[in-house]
């Protein structure tokens, strides 16, 4: 790639970067994102390359297991200091990417939080990452304001607003148009480093501080990384350390197996741990995708109450509540159906036993997707939960082993399975290489995250031929016959005069060429990014 030096010897900008956002960009801005660069990107990148290590192992057959080494803090009687009193109940959260409406929405909602999302549901444009950074300042600033010509309508912040936490991109995620001594930086850093170099002071006044979601943490490592990174930034910004709050998505089965030991390494500024349950159903799919005796049936099959999915929630809920910080529940995808009342109460109805189980087995709040579901979740655990949370409930008598959290389980591989997966793979790529990652299809809210899950599935039972609930085996050639259909579909849907005004051309081969792939793309986020 090109680039064109704007700044000092040690700062590049993409050659493609045409708007600076100067007042975001500051000089201290840039300063400071060179110091978190020049400290923790190199061990970053020893941090992917020892994921890349472990899959060897798991490849081999070495399955994932509690560490011997860590068993001291597994079983020690340590807790969590502290947490701020405007994060102490979460009953339901919202998540959704950094648009400007979406934040005014979003924190108007009536959830008592707002996950602010630079990572699975935002494409990261250089536009998306930046202009979110500035809409975030104006929403802790309160001046945020949004008007839709379309719509001829205003929106601006209600009196009272949820309290937002910000989910930096992942480890693994580049920030390619920001080059430090010519090495692309971090993702993670970037969305990190703007949003507190800007907002620290801005929240602290308000009493209350950066709060974030931390994603795809695979290793207690990472956490310490993490937990670094926190300590680092508040001593360069000069606040007290512990001042930022994190709370750990665990969405990948490595991290179930280290619980106590994440919590461990952030004690500092940790106050909970979500169950991230369509990553984690990737993360096994990605971790186990070499071994045919561990192939997933349909998504739609793979609810929280199959029991790796059960045990992995129970376990959260016990270590999370031994140690003394939430335990967050999944995620809510559907979207309200306006014109179909009788499949509209059928979804809802979903997302009511969803809830009631997760209350009813001691987590303190949950997650969706719509500002539709806000209330059916809140008055679930209104009635439920009468107090701010349930840290008190402890799961003393839950014993969950290794072979729980790795259990297989039953169901069946259809062809209507594999349709939908290839269906909505190729409808979310299309979406996200415009610049959208966060999209309705199917009456579900879909990220990179639902989109990894499609194109693993495939891919896996590809590799390995699985057998159909028919009889059949999905073979090169009814893989090939299946899709076609499927793209012939795409094509008419959208109307052939108006393919050449989107992204399906390039979505429908980017899908097949993971699908068919010999080795397997860790994710689906970094092949596609050089395409936006």
Not at 99 to 111: C, E, F, H, P, Q
Not at 176 to 182: M, P, S, T
């Amino acid at each position: 790639m090109e680039e064109a030096l704007i700044t000092s010897t040690q700062l590049q900008f993409a050659k493609e970067v045409e708007h600076y956002y100067p007042e975001l960009l500051t000089d201290g801005a840039l300063e400071f994102l060179i110091a978190l660069h020049q400290k923790f990107n190199r061990s970053r990148l020893q941090l992917l390359e020892e994921r890349a290590k472990r899959q060897v192992q798991f490849d081999l057959g070495e399955f994932p297991n509690f560490l011997p080494e860590t068993e001291q803090t597994r079983t020690a009687n340590w807790r969590v200091k502290h947490i701020p009193d405007d994060l102490r109940d979460r009953r339901v959260e919202i998540t959704g990417p950094v648009d400007r409406k979406m934040v005014i929405n979003a924190l108007n909602s009536g959830a008592k939080t707002f996950m602010a999302d630079f990572e699975d549901s935002n494409a990261p444009t250089w536009h998306n990452c930046m202009q979110g950074q500035q809409n975030l300042i104006d929403a802790n600033n309160r001046s945020i304001s949004y008007f839709d010509s379309k719509k001829g309508k205003s929106y601006e912040l209600n009196d009272e607003v949820a309290v937002l936490l910000v989910r930096p991109r992942g480890l693994h995620l580049n920030e390619r148009h920001i080059l430090i001594n010519g090495e692309v930086t971090s993702g993670s850093l970037v969305d990190f480093g703007l949003y507190v170099y800007h907002n620290s002071g801005i929240l602290r006044r308000r009493g209350s501080a950066p709060y974030f979601y931390l994603p795809k943490l695979e290793h207690y490592l990472e956490a310490r990384w993490w937990n670094d990174v926190f300590t680092f930034a508040e001593e360069y910004i000069g606040i007290p350390v512990g001042t930022y709050k994190a709370t750990v998505l665990i969405e990948t089965i490595t991290a179930s197996f280290q619980l106590d030991e994440i919590i461990y390494e952030l004690k500092n500024h940790i106050v909970g741990l979500n169950c991230g349950r369509w990553d984690y159903i990737f993360s096994y799919i990605k971790k186990f995708r070499n071994h045919s005796a561990y192939i997933l049936p349909d998504r739609d099959q793979v609810t929280m109450t199959v029991p790796f999915m059960d045990a992995y929630s129970r376990l959260v809920i016990q270590r999370c509540h031994k140690r003394g910080i939430h335990a967050m529940g999944g995620m809510a995808a559907q979207i309200p159906i306006n014109n179909d009342p009788v499949a509209n109460e059928k979804a809802l109805e979903k997302v009511r036993l969803d809830k009631e189980r997760e209350v009813k087995n001691g987590h303190d709040g949950t997650w969706v997707a719509h500002p539709g579901l806000v209330k059916i979740a809140k008055d679930i655990f209104d009635k439920y939960m009468p107090k701010a949370n349930q840290l008190e409930k402890l799961r003393e008598d839950d014993h969950i082993s290794a072979t729980d959290l790795i259990a297989i389980p039953d169901g069946t591989i259809t062809e209507k399975g594999i349709r939908k997966n290839i269906s909505v793979g190729i409808l979310y790529l299309e979406s996200w290489l415009r610049g959208n990652g966060c999209v309705a299809i199917n009456n579900l809210m879909e990220d990179a995250a639902t989109a990894e899950i499609s194109r693993t599935q495939v891919w896996q039972w590809l590799k390995f031929n699985a057998r159909l609930d028919d009889g059949r085996k999905l073979t090169n050639e009814l893989y090939q016959s299946i899709f076609d259909e499927e793209v012939v579909k795409i094509r008419h849907l959208v109307g052939e005069g108006n393919l050449h005004n989107t992204k399906f051309e390039e979505a429908i081969a980017l899908f097949d060429k993971l699908v068919k792939a010999n080795e397997f793309e860790e994710f689906l986020t970094i092949k596609a990014y050089n395409e936006i």
